[in-house]
């Protein structure tokens, strides 16, 4: 299967290194404390903050950080195929743990200490990317609910197919058995947090399709802090300042 | 990082699963003419002077490829959309049109016009079913493509929309578009030549005027209709079709078989009715006959048409190459024999056709008066399996006694055989270049010099081991040893110089082996690495990859290791001298000792082997002596296997099985390895009747067993021994490369050599596969890392495909070749030689005769009467015999017979084999 | 879950009671309604609903399927409802499951008609393929993203408007029949077919808070009522489906009243969700083959 045609452009008309296009809205839940929709191409999801608030389990209540929860779903109409999945399936839970690890590993729980925090991310279309996606639209819920964090996580994935590194995979090129290597980074302090990868990569190959998902993780973070900036003006406004 | 500028969904619904892609459209696609102003032209490949530039549409694409690549035709746009349509619709055309536009001399430029924001046309909702045929052929969005270069290129330049279709070019004329047919087009460039390779087209296409009919009357219904595609699906959905690709036998054209999967086993086709129309490898929807017309079939052969005689070609090597079973015979002694059982069928329908061009010449016809020029001719194809083809040409004159190329176009039912044109001259028939070209072009060889890409990836001459080499860690100095080399320049250090993923990479890949014709050699690498670079010279320092054993006089192997080398051998010997040197016991140097020494070891090696089941196998190998100045040839003889020659062999053997179980430990999944497959039953079957016919009883239950009776299998004469052996080998398939990941275990076995896993690890100057190997051997020592393409199971897949592909072409190549050269050589020398009978036929029997390695059809009655008449079969006995009982001639008989090069029609030599009446033996 | 004071309680209570409601509405007005069709285009329809900061979708997903032996000249609908916990840390993990359950039962009895499908919204033979062989099966997903009372009406609602905005393919039935007796389907890949959805009904719910029902209450107003009744109720003013909620009786004679009532508020919400509908698919084709 050809999916980068000899005059370099893929299934979908981008070039091997472009994202899909990029769409974040802030405030989707009006009910919760922080809110954003992120859409990277086809693959859309919501994501609602709650908190800091008191801890619900007192069980798991810490006296020097915040305790910060996540669960990530799936809507029955996210696939092409409809499936009724079963809440907390091993995916959802695998998921879930890794967008907490991320999101704990920015907020600054010492400063909320004995109380919760929830993230919970909800997938409206899955088309590839879908774990990218839920953590940057977790990551612009935190700032929308005013949680403070040392630095924005952003994250994107990055595959290796027909020979070429290509950015942002979709579903199709996703499922087309090549290497996926989804990479987290704080943005401006240009740490790694999150990396995973399935299959198999020579080393060098490896080293730069995850430098390619870090160029990725970067561009995403200039557009969520414009998205972020934009807002705050907005709210200004409103304002009257 | 770019980000696109606009983009639009485009809903697909498959089935019931709706499917949703995005499309970015862009603004960043060039138009490719090198005199754009507006566009980048670094990718550009339109040429700067182009008054006129073409834009194609798919069925140009997919019916006139022969004149598009044609030179004459250039500065060609072609779409994106069209490629994508001729995709779908005929691979080989579009890796040939993809060719073109990769092609440098050429100017062919690829525009993406679906991810342009100005040419991008959606598919429309509510288009009635004639747009959308119309779109299924670039259509509307052609138009729109060619109305933007138009105005994008603006006056000065001619934009002009290629089409055969009617109502797509009243399109574009309404729209304002140029647009012309193939042909008038073609007519307005003023190359008669070229209209030879146009392609009739259909009649719903744009008329040709002077197109007229050869029979208008005449025409009748000569093959059934072939089933539309939706009834194809549906019937191979409930299993009343059979899907499968038809292979031809190379021996009877009129007989063919479709391996099914849905029934498990291969279905016969007989008769060109039955084929309806399928060729060698298309892909064929198959409907089983019932059981009552399957026999009055098989006998109704030879009725059908003007049945073709059988030639005298060289006796196969194995059953690759060898004749399928016919039933002649069988149908005619009517008894009950194990192929009747065999499903038969006849073809509904083609699911895919397999159409390329063809290498022949024209059938022999009377120059035709007037016609303005125009004749139709019979084209008869060199490859047996090929029906001839009726062509129109403007230079019958010049093409008759010619060898030609020519492509199929169509076939319909009222036709009795295929329509197609003419694509290119190769040069008169007889002459020894044309008819090698034809061996060439027939097993898709590819003989052009060396890219100067390819030959930029070799290192610069003179070349020397350099001190780095020396220094390198991975490489074992093993200059100081008393290395010496026995006939082939072997285990050099190939990937040393060979990359993964260089054109030369690229290049040898496709290449997959060198190729031995009788006068030439084709290499797989350029000579300087061939010949000289990895060539084990005497007295060269040379890089290597050795495997060296550590051994008990017993021959058993107590360590082996595996290192890059240096080495300087001290002596590069032919088998010949080889030989000479172990048989000369004056000779007591330190090589001749080595010599015999090893030859001691190889012997016992060799004789566990043998116990181990392994067979003994004999062909019949024919080495010519050419004339340097002429290369005629100038004498034939059987190949001459010395102790030197297995002593080589029984070493390389054990060299290829170290290394097998080498990568295969480290790679379990990606390693290349070669198998052969046990014969099966029913390719022993006659066989089996032969030898019993002469007293023989042969175990086939494992090869251990057939060994053993071969050993037994002793006759009268000495070379009966011989005879039955190289039966035996000519049953047996060829043994194929496969990757490790894609079968299990127990299906490596190699049945030939009773190995349970083997490789190709010894010849990387003339096999890719060994190359491949060495790649792996290297990595498993961790001195080199493997190259991605391991990674990618189904390219390694494809990998060995093509070199199975190739490996088997380059061996019908070099049987072509030979019996070529022994036309050529009997051309001018009738001979009396003795034969032997193989096979009994109803009207004579088939003999092999093992002085030239050839076998061919010796008849005792005049074509025509054939299974009447004075003579009687018994096929039990497998004996023929006069009525009278005077004369009978037993399968494995030795007679003498006549040679003789005899030209039954002009430009058509043949040889042919006639009993020495006074000479029964 | 909203914890109020005593105070807020008798604002939101007294406010009712005089006709001027904590956000500014009267007892029967509505929120500002907003649909978006087209919103998952994978699925064959769909629609989103926001009323206020409630936020429901809506998707409907055609598959091939069976009918049942009982009717088979009949395809099947099945509808289930999702509680995102993004519209509530309550829904976490199954602590939706309650709710999304009573939701998905009451929608149900409200567009789908009785167990032999009389009375459904939508004519369930027009899901009919081949008699007793091939049907349609729908599927209608919902999904609560965001949760501010009345979500039985929102849901309804955004079912409606993806139901309008459902096309399924066309389909063809080859002639041969298969010899497992199941028809050959071709599903065609441009023409869609287009459901008659001005039988779908309306849910309005009553919220009975002290002495007065509201329509489209918040959560904060759900929290003070006394029991609600839902009505579903077509174009024509027939009642397709009811259903009471909460634990305090009402008279039979204040039942009837609320449902006249409540038919009269469906027509407003009628012609109020139609117009809504028709400018969302407007929209839709518009930024579609923009």
């Known amino acids: 299967m050809e999916y980068v045609s000899p005059e370099g452009l893929r299934l979908d008309g981008r070039r091997p290194m472009e994202m899909r296009q990029l769409?974040?809205?802030?405030?989707?839940?009006?009910?919760?404390?922080?809110?954003?929709?992120?859409?990277?191409?086809?693959?859309?999801?919501?994501?609602?903050?709650?908190?800091?608030?008191?801890?619900?389990?007192?069980?798991?209540?810490?006296?020097?950080?915040?305790?910060?929860?996540?669960?990530?779903?799936?809507?029955?109409?996210?696939?092409?195929?409809?499936?009724?999945?079963?809440?907390?399936?091993?995916r959802s839970t695998e998921i879930s743990l890794v967008i907490r690890q991320s999101m704990e590993a920015c907020i600054l729980t010492h400063l909320m200490p004995r109380s919760q925090i929830d993230i919970f991310v909800q997938v409206l279309q899955a088309d590839g990317g879908t774990r990218s996606a839920c953590i940057n639209a977790a990551t612009l819920a935190l700032a929308d609910a005013g949680i403070p964090m040392r630095d924005l996580v952003t994250s994107c994935s990055a595959g290796y197919l027909n020979t070429t590194p290509l950015l942002d995979l979709n579903y199709v090129e996703d499922s087309a058995g090549g290497p996926d290597v989804t990479v987290g980074i704080l943005s401006k302090l240009d740490n790694v947090t999150l990396l995973q990868m399935d299959a198999k990569l020579p080393m060098d190959t490896f080293e730069n399709v995850m430098q390619l998902a870090i160029e990725g993780c970067k561009a995403v973070a200039n557009y969520i802090r414009e998205v972020l900036q934009e807002n705050t003006k907005q709210l200004e406004y409103r304002r009257g300042v | 990082m770019l980000q696109s500028k606009s983009f639009v969904r485009k809903t697909k619904g498959g089935k019931v699963l709706k499917v949703v892609r995005e499309h970015y459209l862009r603004d960043d696609i060039y138009c490719g003419a090198s005199f754009c102003k507006a566009c980048d032209s670094s990718t550009a490949r339109l040429s700067s002077t182009a008054a006129t530039i073409l834009i194609v549409d798919t069925n140009v694409v997919l019916n006139q490829i022969d004149l598009l690549e044609n030179p004459a035709i250039d500065d060609v746009v072609v779409l994106s959309v069209v490629l994508e349509e001729v995709k779908n619709k005929n691979l080989g055309v579009y890796n040939r049109v993809r060719a073109l536009c990769s092609n440098s001399m050429r100017k062919f430029f690829v525009f993406s016009n679906e991810y342009h924001k100005d040419t991008y046309v959606k598919a429309m909702a509510g288009e009635s079913p004639n747009d959308r045929n119309d779109r299924g052929n670039g259509g509307s969005a052609i138009r729109v493509a060619a109305q933007w270069y138009q105005n994008h290129l603006g006056q000065g330049t001619h934009v002009l929309l290629i089409t055969n279709d009617k109502e797509n070019k009243r399109k574009a004329t309404e729209e304002g578009i140029f647009a012309e047919t193939v042909e008038s087009y073609v007519k307005s460039l003023g190359l008669p030549g070229l209209l030879d390779l146009l392609v009739h087209p259909s009649s719903e296409d744009v008329g040709m005027e002077d197109v007229e009919d050869l029979r208008p009357l005449k025409r009748k219904v000569i093959y059934t209709e072939h089933k539309p595609m939706s009834e194809i699906t549906s019937?191979?959905?409930?299993?009343?079709?059979?899907?499968?690709?038809?292979?031809?036998?190379?021996?009877?054209?009129?007989?063919?078989?479709?391996?099914?999967?849905?029934?498990?086993?291969?279905?016969?086709?007989?008769?060109?009715?039955?084929?309806?129309?399928?060729?060698?490898?298309?892909?064929?929807?198959?409907?089983?006959?019932?059981?009552?017309?399957?026999?009055?079939?098989?006998?109704?052969?030879?009725?059908?048409?003007?049945?073709?005689?059988?030639?005298?070609?060289?006796?196969?090597?194995?059953?690759?190459?060898?004749?399928?079973?016919?039933?002649?015979?069988?149908?005619?002694?009517?008894?009950?024999?194990?192929?009747?059982?065999?499903?038969?069928?006849?073809?509904?329908?083609?699911?895919?056709?397999?159409?390329?061009?063809?290498?022949?010449?024209?059938?022999?016809?009377?120059?035709?008066?007037?016609?303005?020029?125009?004749?139709?001719?019979?084209?008869?194809?060199?490859?047996?399996?090929?029906?001839?083809?009726?062509?129109?040409?403007?230079?019958?004159?010049?093409?008759?006694?010619?060898?030609?190329?020519?492509?199929?176009?169509?076939?319909?039912?009222?036709?009795?055989?295929?329509?197609?044109?003419?694509?290119?001259?190769?040069?008169?028939?007889?002459d020894r270049d044309t008819e090698s070209e034809v061996v060439l072009i027939e097993n898709d060889i590819d003989a052009r010099p060396f890219s100067s890409q390819v030959l930029a990836c070799l290192p610069p001459l003179p070349w020397s081991v350099s001190s780095p080499d020396l220094a390198n860690p991975i490489r074992q100095d093993l200059r100081h040893l008393c290395v010496f080399s026995v006939d082939p320049p072997d285990i050099a250090d190939v990937t040393n110089f060979v990359h993964p993923g260089t054109p030369l990479d690229d290049e040898a890949a496709q290449r997959g082996t060198s190729v031995y014709l009788v006068e030439r050699r084709i290499d797989m690498l350029p000579k300087p690495l061939t010949e000289d670079i990895c060539s084990l010279r005497a007295d060269v320092e040379r890089l290597a990859f050795s495997v060296i054993w550590e051994m008990t006089p017993e021959a058993e192997i107590i360590s082996?290791?595996?290192?890059?080398?240096?080495?300087?051998?001290?002596?590069?010997?032919?088998?010949?001298?080889?030989?000479?040197?172990?048989?000369?016991?004056?000779?007591?140097?330190?090589?001749?000792?080595?010599?015999?020494?090893?030859?001691?070891?190889?012997?016992?090696?060799?004789?566990?082997?043998?116990?181990?089941?392994?067979?003994?196998?004999?062909?019949?190998?024919?080495?010519?002596?050419?004339?340097?100045?002429?290369?005629?040839?100038?004498?034939?003889?059987?190949?001459?296997?010395?102790?030197?020659?297995?002593?080589?062999?029984?070493?390389?053997?054990?060299?290829?099985?170290?290394?097998?179980?080498?990568?295969l430990k480290h790679f379990p999944l990606c390693s290349l390895l070669r198998r052969h497959p046990s014969p099966t039953k029913e390719i022993l079957e006659p066989l089996l009747r032969t030898a019993a016919a002469v007293g023989i009883d042969l175990d086939v239950t494992s090869s251990k067993a057939l060994a053993d009776s071969l050993d037994r299998a002793v006759g009268d004469d000495p070379y009966f021994n011989k005879l039955i052996r190289i039966l035996v080998t000519r049953c047996m398939t060829q043994a194929v490369y496969f990757c490790s990941g894609d079968l299990s275990p127990p299906e490596f076995f190699h049945y030939g050599l009773a190995a349970a896993l083997y490789t190709h690890f010894t010849s990387p100057i003339r096999r890719y596969a060994d190359v491949i190997v060495h790649r792996l051997l290297a990595a498993s020592l961790g001195i080199y890392k493997l190259p991605d393409i391991f990674q990618d199971r189904a390219q390694l897949t494809s990998i060995s495909d093509n070199l199975n592909y190739r490996h088997r072409n380059a061996q019908m190549a070099s049987r072509a070749s030979v019996e070529l050269h022994t036309v050529i050589y009997f051309r001018k020398r009738p001979t009396d030689t003795e034969a032997r009978i193989v096979k009994i036929r109803s009207n004579g029997f088939i003999v092999f005769v093992p002085k030239y390695g050839i076998e061919g059809p010796v008849y005792l009655m005049a074509r025509g009467e054939k299974g009447g008449g004075e003579w009687l079969v018994d096929e039990q006995q497998q004996k023929v015999k006069k009525i009278d009982g005077s004369i009978s001639y037993g399968v494995l008989q030795t007679v003498r017979i006549h040679m003789e090069v005899v030209e039954p029609q002009p430009n058509r030599p043949k040889l042919q084999l006639t009993l020495d009446q006074g000479h029964v033996a | 879950m909203v914890g109020l004071s005593v105070g807020e309680k008798h604002f939101i209570q007294g406010g009712i009671a005089q006709d001027l409601r904590s956000d500014g509405r009267k007892r029967l007005t509505y929120r500002h309604i907003q649909v978006e069709t087209g919103v998952i285009p994978q699925a064959d329809g769909s629609a989103r609903v926001k009323m206020g900061a409630t936020d429901v979708i809506g998707s409907v997903k055609a598959e091939l399927g069976k009918p049942n032996p009982l009717q088979p000249d009949k395809g099947k609908v099945s509808l289930y409802v999702d509680c995102s916990p993004t519209a509530a840390p309550m829904f976490e993990g199954r602590g939706g499951e309650e709710l999304s359950t009573e939701l998905s039962a009451t929608l149900q009895r409200c567009l789908l008609g009785g167990k032999n499908g009389a009375g459904a919204g939508i004519d369930l033979s027009s899901l009919s393929i081949v008699e007793g062989k091939v049907c349609w099966d729908l599927y209608i997903d919902c999904l609560v993203v965001s949760s501010d009372g009345n979500l039985l009406d929102a849901l309804g609602a955004a079912i409606k408007a993806a139901l309008s905005n459902t096309g399924i393919p066309k389909v063809q039935v080859a002639a041969a029949v298969s010899s497992d007796g199941q028809p050959e389907v071709d599903v065609s890949d441009e023409e869609f077919l287009q459901f008659d959805t001005s039988g779908v009904p309306v849910i309005v719910t009553l919220t009975k808070v002290g002495r007065h029902y509201i329509v489209d209450a918040t959560s904060e107003e759900e929290s003070q009522m006394s029991s609600a009744v839902s009505v579903s109720i077509n174009r024509e003013g027939r009642i397709c489906g009811l259903t009471k909620r909460g634990g305090a009786g009402l008279d039979p004679s204040i039942v009837l009243d609320m449902i006249s009532v409540a038919k009269h508020v469906s027509e407003q919400l009628i012609n109020k969700l139609d117009s809504e509908i028709a400018a969302a698919e407007a929209c839709e084709e518009e930024s579609g083959h923009g």
């Open chain 1, 23 to 90: 769409r974040a809205e802030i405030g989707a839940v009006a009910k919760a404390d922080g809110s954003a929709v992120f859409e990277m191409g086809n693959t859309k999801v919501i994501a609602a903050v709650y908190g800091p608030r008191e801890v619900q389990n007192r069980s798991q209540q810490m006296n020097d950080q915040a305790l910060v929860r996540c669960e990530y779903s799936m809507a029955n109409f996210s696939t092409g195929d409809r499936r009724r999945k079963p809440k907390g399936d091993r």
């Open chain 2, 235 to 430: 019937g191979l959905h409930r299993g009343i079709y059979h899907q499968g690709k038809l292979r031809v036998n190379r021996y009877n054209p009129f007989e063919a078989y479709v391996g099914s999967e849905s029934i498990g086993d291969e279905i016969i086709v007989y008769g060109r009715a039955n084929m309806n129309r399928a060729f060698d490898g298309d892909i064929v929807a198959v409907e089983l006959l019932p059981q009552d017309q399957r026999h009055e079939k098989s006998l109704s052969i030879a009725d059908e048409e003007d049945e073709e005689e059988e030639d005298v070609h060289l006796a196969p090597s194995s059953a690759d190459a060898a004749p399928r079973v016919t039933n002649l015979v069988q149908g005619s002694a009517g008894d009950i024999n194990p192929l009747s059982s065999r499903p038969s069928g006849r073809v509904v329908g083609i699911i895919k056709r397999n159409w390329h061009s063809y290498c022949g010449s024209l059938e022999p016809m009377p120059m035709p008066a007037g016609n303005g020029g125009v004749a139709h001719a019979l084209f008869v194809s060199k490859d047996r399996r090929i029906p001839k083809i009726r062509i129109q040409t403007r230079q019958l004159g010049n093409l008759l006694d010619k060898r030609i190329i020519v492509a199929v176009d169509s076939w319909d039912c009222l036709s009795r055989y295929p329509s197609g044109h003419y694509v290119r001259t190769i040069g008169e028939i007889g």
């Open chain 2, 560 to 663: 082996t290791r595996y290192t890059k080398s240096v080495i300087k051998s001290c002596a590069a010997l032919s088998y010949v001298e080889a030989q000479a040197r172990m048989d000369d016991s004056r000779l007591m140097d330190q090589v001749t000792t080595d010599l015999r020494n090893m030859n001691a070891l190889a012997k016992m090696m060799r004789l566990r082997r043998i116990a181990r089941g392994a067979l003994t196998l004999a062909s019949a190998e024919v080495k010519f002596q050419i004339d340097t100045e002429t290369h005629d040839p100038l004498d034939i003889g059987m190949y001459q296997i010395r102790e030197a020659n297995q002593m080589v062999e029984e070493l390389m053997l054990a060299a290829n099985v170290s290394v097998a179980e080498k990568i």
